[in-house]
């Protein structure tokens, strides 16, 4: 009885095996010289730029007759790292030529290391080819493995690959009157009082569900505040002094539809970036050694070496208040 036991389990995990996401080998051939493929990172040098990828056959040649996908329902990029917003596409074919309408897209999820596109139902016993675009914001990305998957296969790919950064660029930054970007030197510069600078997104990538903050990192700024606005028209935020070196900001229930993030200011403000990204981590505060203790006001003391203080005491403190960090002179 044991034996048949045995002989079962081990046939039923044969079985499932048989059907297991399928790896999908090719290669990424780009549109034009904006795009550049280097060993597996793609790197668009500007917006809507593509590349298209090609399915090898069994001898590694490009194959465009039609690859037979019918026993899954999206096709996945597992990613190691992205910085750029983008959609992908399925191209179909007839056997014969390529059928735009029975064509599938979907938009990436900012900063998601796992970005999938569902197949035609009806055509995806013959899959062309697919393509990847970049959007307003453009950058890199870098693809560990293609998978064609079923449907709980992508969902147990989402749970085990979970986001944890996703850098803006600093090579565009456009939202925002009374204020200007210079790209080479990345310094904004608020030109009336009360203006801001900052990334607005298109309506397909304003998902950041899966992020807990924004953070924005300066090698030198003037006094200001870090914004973010949501589709309900909240927002979040965090005052900052000059010289600060970074500024987090709590994200609100509002992230999965998230519209803009900003630097604001007065007039004659200027912010150097070194980077700025939405992070999975909770806020950051700048602080070696920093624990989370609440006093009975509700507000927290530190000395610059990050030692934490019951009472503020004269001279330039460390203050946190309802998750905002600030330098205070007392």
């Not at 803009?260 to 150097?272: C, D, F, L, S």
């Amino acid at each position: 009885m044991r034996k048949k036991t045995a002989c079962f389990l081990a046939a039923m995990l044969f079985t499932t095996s048989m059907y297991a996401m399928k790896e999908i080998t090719g290669e990424f051939q780009p549109w034009d010289g904006n795009s550049v493929v280097n060993g597996n990172t793609l790197n668009f040098l500007g917006e809507w730029n593509g590349m298209t990828f090609k399915f090898f056959d069994e001898e590694g040649c490009v194959y465009e007759g039609g690859l037979d996908l019918s026993g899954y329902d999206v096709i996945v990029l597992k990613m190691s790292d992205t910085s750029c917003m983008f959609k992908m596409k399925v191209e179909y074919t007839d056997g014969t030529k390529q059928q735009d309408s029975w064509g599938t897209e979907a938009a990436a999820q900012p900063g998601a290391l796992i970005a999938a596109v569902p197949l035609n139902s009806a055509h995806k016993d013959m899959v062309k080819d697919f393509f990847i675009q970049s959007a307003k914001y453009p950058g890199t990305i870098t693809i560990d493995k293609i998978y064609a998957c079923t449907s709980a296969e992508y969902a147990q790919l989402l749970a085990e690959n979970k986001a944890t950064k996703f850098n803006l660029t600093l090579k565009k930054i456009e939202e925002g009157g009374g204020s200007s970007y210079n790209p080479n030197t990345h310094t904004i510069t608020i030109e009336s009082d009360g203006s801001h600078r900052g990334w607005y997104f298109d309506s397909e990538y304003r998902d950041f569900s899966a992020f807990k903050s924004f953070v924005a990192d300066f090698q030198t700024s003037s006094a200001g505040e870090l914004c973010v606005e949501y589709d309900d028209n909240t927002s979040t935020s965090a005052p900052f002094e000059a010289g600060t070196p970074n500024v987090s900001v709590t994200l609100g229930s509002g992230k999965n539809k998230l519209r803009q993030v900003y630097v604001k200011g007065n007039a004659g403000a200027t912010y150097v970036l070194k980077e700025a990204y939405f992070s999975s981590e909770g806020p950051a505060t700048g602080i070696s050694g920093y624990q989370s203790v609440q006093n009975n006001q509700g507000t927290e003391y530190y000395s610059l070496d990050g030692k934490r203080q019951t009472v503020p005491r004269r001279g330039i403190m460390i203050q946190k208040t309802n998750g905002v960090t600030k330098k205070i002179a007392r």
